[in-house]
């Protein structure tokens, strides 16, 4: 592999012929032809279960594909499959949405985790952070290498991430690195910071494949974009010959979408009883948190990464433990000392973590949707299972969770977007729920899933429901939400009503 390396013809990219790969009898890639350009960044899209992850898996040797697949990179073919360590060898890196940093750990120990610098036997610790602080510089960001990552801003770890990922091995630069959905959960100016850190690491010569559902971010941050839907690539193209969101959004989608949020046809009505009353919530950061939904209202809350909105969902459900102030469901008091209480009292939440929190990944997607009501199918103490089953499918046929008519398939095995959709849809079929609080509820999404799960969280506050959407996505607050809340420093700082919370930007938070 490296006599290989040295043949390289620098310039040449990562190119990729014919990539196919099946699941059993499943083929979700189909002769994938593409071309990572060094120095250049690709936005890599496609709806929920196109194919993306699976391609990058491939170039990560975790899944093998299909025979009759080549690929080249700077001019020397690389044997297929890859394994993780052939695909490490070839200098190809990846930043997972999560990014994988150890929060308690300094920068210097996440960057050089598993290859520590030694001389003498002892670890350097002085030639380590001379090193972090020049890697990091490079990518733009000036930071004490032994601060503990749980201390940096979200932006600041996604760059400790990406420097951890394109300088393994000790590599001046990768020869590609890829970027899955970094931006999650961030904001403006936040994202801002990335995409310098993105370029930064481009101008050295890395080709970077950028996945991200933000059409916005595509526009702003790629040079190239493809698009691939049904495992198939169905644009290819510059970023600049392309004429704006909608463009994107039909290549993705195939179809025309003309809006992306859905009409509110519903208001709260005024002078109603609350049906979730929270005083004084305080604990884990978050200071003296009120707040009052009445029935069919939607109430957003935001703020900047470590604002305290993050805590919230999980201080109302008993998750983290309050200190004091009491949460109230139609006016009984509850003892949000546990998940189980709130749950049984009508609140129904859904963390923003999905994969440790929300559902059971190996478990299928038909129990995840009916584990939360269950006592719906009960005829004389026996489960009527052709009822649940005709549910789970009329529910994913709504939330059109792919691949559709098989409930029996493991969570685990759907992608990203599609568990999302399931999640939701587990919440949103529930009886008895009359306050539902969603915590980044569309992340990972595609357009068109982003507006049927907006339209379903519409129509359950129509019905009469109480809603929290706790989002870093400000447009999405502003065209469906009542009220937008924004906190600072863990407390509440500014309401946003009426026409107000439609003209909410990020800069609302900044100066909150
Ligand atoms: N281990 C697996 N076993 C069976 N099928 C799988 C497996 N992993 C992925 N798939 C299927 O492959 C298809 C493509 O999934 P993939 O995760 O690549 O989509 P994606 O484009 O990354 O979607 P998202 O935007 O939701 O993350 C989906 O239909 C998915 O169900």
Redesign the pocket.
């Known amino acids: 592999m490296t006599q290989r390396l040295d043949e390289r013809r620098p310039g040449g990219g990562i190119v990729l012929t014919n990539i196919s790969k099946t ?2 009898t ?1 083929t ?1 890639l189909h002769d994938v032809s593409l071309t990572f350009r060094p120095g250049t960044v690709t936005g890599v899209l ?10 990058f898996k491939v170039l990560a040797g975790i899944h093998e594909p299909d025979a009759g697949g080549r690929l080249e990179v700077d001019g020397v073919e690389a044997p297929l499959p890859l394994t993780p360590t052939s695909s490490a060898e070839l200098g190809f890196a990846f930043v997972h949405q999560d990014l994988g940093l150890a929060g308690s750990l300094s920068v210097t120990e996440n960057v050089f985790v598993g290859a520590m610098l030694r001389k003498h036997g002892l670890i350097d610790w002085k030639a380590q952070a001379a090193k972090v602080r020049e890697l990091l510089g490079r990518l733009g960001v000036d930071v004490d290498p032994s601060t503990p990552v749980q201390e940096l801003t979200q932006s600041e770890k996604a760059v400790v991430a990406i420097a951890r990922a394109i300088y393994a091995r000790g590599r001046a630069s990768s020869a590609l690195l890829v970027l899955d959905e970094p931006t999650a959960n961030l904001t403006g100016a936040e994202r801002d910071r990335l995409f310098d850190a993105m370029r930064a690491a481009a101008a050295t010569g890395t080709a970077i494949a950028f996945c991200t ?1 933000r059409l916005d971010e595509v526009l702003t941050a790629t040079e190239q974009v493809i698009v ?1 839907r049904d ?1 198939r690539v169905v644009m290819d193209a510059p970023t600049s010959s392309i004429s704006g969101e909608k463009e994107l959004a039909r290549h993705i989608l195939g179809r025309d979408l003309d809006t992306y949020f859905p009409e509110r046809t519903s208001r709260a009505v005024d002078g109603a009883a609350p049906i979730l009353r929270v005083e004084d919530l305080t604990g884990a950061g978050v200071e003296g948190f009120s707040l009052e939904i009445r029935p069919g209202e939607i109430v957003g809350l935001t703020g900047l990464a470590g604002a305290g909105h993050d805590t919230v969902p999980d201080l109302i459900l008993g998750a983290v433990p309050a200190r004091r102030g009491t949460v109230k469901v139609d006016g009984r008091t509850i003892r949000a000392s546990s998940p189980t209480t709130t749950t049984t009292a009508g609140i129904a939440v859904l963390p923003a973590d999905r994969k440790r929190r929300s559902g059971i990944m190996s478990a299928s997607i038909a129990e995840n949707l009916t584990l939360a009501s269950l006592r719906r199918f009960a005829r004389r103490g026996l489960i009527d299972h052709r009822a649940e089953r005709s549910s789970v499918v009329a529910a994913m046929e709504h939330f059109d969770v ?2 559709l008519g098989d409930p029996d398939r493991a969570l685990q ?6 568990q999302q959709k399931v999640l939701i849809a587990k919440w949103a079929s529930r009886d008895g729920v009359k306050c539902l609080i969603l915590h980044e509820p569309t992340q ?1 999404v ?1 357009v068109g899933a982003k507006r049927t799960i907006l339209e379903h969280v519409a129509r359950m506050a129509a019905d009469g429901v109480a809603i929290l959407i706790v989002s870093s996505e400000h447009e999405e607050l502003s065209h469906l939400c009542d009220r937008v809340l924004i906190m600072r420093g863990g407390e509440l700082r500014r309401e946003m009503r009426g026409s107000g919370a439609k003209q909410i930007t990020e800069q609302c938070y900044v100066a909150a």
């Open positions: 699941f059993v499943n979700v496609g709806e929920n279960g196109a194919g993306k992850s699976t391609l559902h691939l495992g792919r691949p095995t759907l992608s990203g977007g599609n990972g595609d």
